[in-house]
């Protein structure tokens, strides 16, 4: 086939049609995409509009990579609010097929003192496919236990003498991982904000 | 475009070829997002907007695109449009953007808009093309709406996140209670559709039996 029979073609036309649908597309998207950017902050400040209904200037705070990891999972970030709680974001390991739970983890203090968790709300998860069973009522569990929360305890699916009997919502091993989510936040507040000058 | 081909091109859209009622096209947005009345309505206009943009956008390139290479140059248009709503929804309508989740970018392969596509825009005028998306959308919106309320009165006692009653019934919010809904909907719209259709062949058969005496009279 000859240069000019290619070009006169039709899969040399089909191939320029597509390339200019996708080129025409992909410019008009790309200048969108910077229109409507999403930025990081932003992201967090509806974060903890969702959480708090309204809007509370925030600090990042800064973490160091022992801190970001524990035996419950992992801490993802954490931020100090006006009012001088703590939001911190925290995933849980061992869910359903070994996929994780992400939550926001308001830490309730007062003048220093940690007087329990204030809310816990799901950011994201990774294989869990029974998250819509959790009802509220599940999540109320985590910040109507504060004296055992004060008092050391840890939140697991079973009972047992260390730990906060939880209800499992239909799918035991996704709470798992919402437990060490909100144990690995726990974790965090017991042993980093604790030891910076936060009393437990 | 006259009149009653606008009338025919709506009545298409939203009773007669209803995409989710008649057709059944689009099932999966349909059972999994009707869970609320809001989610439908926003999948809804998602859709609504998406289908109307894209049926013109084919329409306008009908002549161009080589037969050959129609389904790509689709979904490459569809797709565009889709990520055009996605931004949209993200930076405006975050919570909506949350709780359609898969289902939003998945309008790229929806039966109905490539269906619409491929049937109608790919064969017919930007403006007829225009009305067709935007009609086909609106069947679809008042659909999806509907299961909705019926499935969040039912499953959660509330209408548009409005508490209503304290009966529930979680059954409706579940995967069965989708099924069982949209079958339920399937069923009495399809019954309501063919009696009307009925009551009008026989209207029109009487009115020929009686041209037809008054002629032979």
Redesign the interface.
């Known amino acids: 086939m000859k240069v000019n029979d290619f070009l006169k073609s ?1 899969a040399f ?2 191939v320029m ?2 390339m200019c ?2 080129l025409v ?1 992909g410019g ?2 790309a200048i ?2 910077d229109v ?3 930025s990081d902050q932003e992201r967090i400040e ?1 974060a903890i509009n ?1 959480i708090y209904g309204e809007e509370i200037s925030f600090e990042e705070l800064e973490l160091s990579d022992s801190d970001k990891t524990n035996e419950y999972g992992s801490i993802d970030n954490v931020y100090l609010l006006e009012d001088e709680n703590y939001l911190i974001k925290a995933t849980g390991l061992h869910g359903y097929k070994d996929g994780t739970v992400t939550v926001w983890i308001v830490a309730e203090y007062d003048k220093a003192e940690f007087l329990g968790l204030k809310k816990v709300v799901v950011a994201s998860y990774e294989k869990q496919t029974l998250m ?1 069973s959790f009802t509220n009522d599940f999540y109320k569990t985590f910040y109507d236990s504060k004296e055992d929360v004060i008092g050391g305890k840890y939140f697991a699916v079973t009972e047992s003498e260390n730990n906060i009997q939880n209800i499992t919502g239909g799918a035991s091993k996704s709470s798992n991982a919402i437990n060490n989510a909100v144990d690995s936040g726990l974790y965090y507040v017991r042993n980093v904000i604790a030891s910076d000058g936060g009393e437990i | 475009m006259t009149t009653k081909r606008f009338k025919q091109i709506a009545n298409d859209g939203v009773i007669k070829n209803n995409p989710t009622l008649r057709l059944v096209l689009g099932t999966c947005p349909t059972l999994a997002l009707s869970t609320t009345a809001m989610n439908g309505i926003g999948m809804g206009l998602a859709v609504i907007f998406i289908l109307t943009c894209s049926n013109a956008m084919i329409s306008m ?1 009908r002549k ?3 037969n ?2 129609r389904i ?2 689709f979904i ?2 569809i ?2 449009f889709v ?2 709503v996605r ?2 929804l ?2 405006y309508i ?2 909506l953007y949350e709780s359609l989740g898969v289902y939003l970018p998945l309008i790229v392969v929806n039966c109905i808009i490539l269906g619409r596509a491929e049937s109608f825009a790919s064969k017919n005028a930007v403006l007829e093309s225009a009305f067709d998306g935007l009609f086909t959308g609106i069947g679809f919106a008042i659909a999806i709406t509907l299961m909705g309320i019926v499935r969040e009165a039912l499953g959660a006692g509330s209408i548009f996140g409005i508490h209503v009653w304290d009966f529930k019934m979680e059954f409706f ?1 579940s995967a069965a209670g989708a099924f069982f809904v949209y079958g339920l909907f399937i069923a009495i719209f399809n019954a309501i559709y063919t009696s009307v259709e009925n009551k009008q062949r026989q209207k029109s058969f009487l009115l020929k039996l009686e041209f037809a005496s008054k002629k032979e009279a």
């Open positions: 039709k036309k089909s049609v597509l649908i996708a597309a008009l998207l969108l995409s409507l950017y999403v509806r969702t819509s | 390139l161009i695109i080589p050959e290479v790509p140059a490459l248009i797709a565009a990520t055009i931004m949209v993200d930076k975050p919570a919010t």
